[in-house]
């Protein structure tokens, strides 16, 4: 019996898990909330190939953490964002890359002891490095765990980028977006994975507060939505499709945004309007392009600025939407804001 027989046998077994908090929910809700976590196991051979694919690779990269583990460091691994909002509403297609996100927060006093316990002796031997141990003892706690990471996984992947936070924030081609969406002070480090053998390429992301803190930095609640793949308090991982899918952590305003086909930015979280600007010119074309009937949904909370930029956004949008294509092209081809 192959791995798609299993999956369908296992998703029609009377669930585990309990539903009860989808009593605040509106039927509406609970219909979509069961499609799109495939309650009742009815998916393709395509789309379960896909998931394991991910999976597989996400574990993976898990496996090649072990000398991390067996020092005694310990953290949480989270799959986060758009790869997991594309595969929940049927655009796994267009899945890109996918964003691993390292959590150390609920270890920090762990970390902080077994860090100073390793010798630098262990650590060129293990991680093939040439560290001395002024340069060792110089580093924090998050600098090593940084360091340990990246120097493990450039013995076992293509590398094709890394940046700490102040890297990032040095770099003179910054002018370039590129990196901008990085330059977030709950970010410490990324590694970008690019491999040939690898399905999807793999952006390492190393942040230095808990998971859910960080996700609330992101710009749509439609992307806020989390995987944790790697738990070292219970030593586990996920080993199959029907739990990868039924784990996915899916809040509640990210159901309400996609029932509705609706993209809400909170925009009351932002100290002014030029990172909204941002946003909307960016971000939000990115979305957009790959869900183009979702419309946008401002709320500017109890910030007058912010209602403020949201009426004049809006009154734009509307004259936009009044003039003919050839007058939008014009305006298109000379930058006018309309």
């Not at 219909?31 to 051979?45: C, P, Q, T, V």
């Not at 507060?209 to 609640?221: A, Q």
């Not at 784990?247 to 979280?269: C, G, Y």
Request: hydrophobic share 40%.
């Amino acid at each position: 019996m192959d791995r798609f027989e299993e999956y369908k046998i296992q998703a029609s077994l009377p669930q585990k898990a309990s539903l009860v908090f989808l009593n605040s929910y509106s039927d509406e809700e609970i219909l979509f909330f069961k499609k799109i976590k495939r309650i009742n196991g009815e998916i393709s051979r395509e789309y379960f190939d896909i998931v394991s694919s991910m999976k597989d690779q996400i574990n993976v990269l898990i496996g090649k953490l072990t000398p991390l583990y067996e020092l005694g460091l310990k953290f949480d691994v989270y799959l986060a964002g758009g790869a997991l909002r594309d595969l929940l509403l049927n655009n796994e297609n267009n899945i890109r890359d996918l964003d691993i996100i390292f959590d150390f927060s609920g270890h920090i006093e762990n970390n902080k002891k077994k860090l100073s316990e390793i010798s630098v002796f262990v650590l060129n031997k293990i991680f093939d490095t040439q560290i001395n141990k002024t340069q060792w003892e110089e580093m924090d706690t998050k600098q090593k765990s940084f360091f340990m990471i990246f120097n493990l996984l450039q013995k076992e992947y293509n590398i094709e980028k890394s940046h700490t936070l102040e890297e990032l924030k040095n770099k003179s081609s910054l002018s370039n977006e590129t990196y901008k969406h990085l330059l977030n002070k709950d970010l410490e480090a990324v590694i970008s994975i690019s491999d040939s053998n690898l399905t999807y390429p793999m952006d390492i992301l190393v942040i230095n507060t808990n998971i859910d803190k960080y996700l609330d930095t992101f710009s749509f609640d439609f992307c806020k939505v989390k995987l944790q793949v790697l738990n070292l308090e219970k030593s586990k991982i996920i080993t199959n499709v029907y739990d990868f899918l039924q784990l996915i952590h899916v809040p509640k305003n990210f159901i309400k945004d996609a029932v509705s086909k609706t993209l809400t930015l909170r925009m009351d979280k932002y100290s002014s309007v030029e990172f909204i600007e941002k946003i909307l010119t960016k971000h939000y074309g990115k979305i957009k392009y790959k869900y183009q009937d979702y419309k946008i949904n401002l709320e500017p909370g109890n910030s007058d600025m912010m209602a403020k930029f949201k009426e004049t956004y809006e009154a734009s949008i509307s004259l936009e939407n009044l003039l003919p294509i050839k007058s939008k092209h014009i305006a298109v081809q000379h930058e006018l804001k309309i």
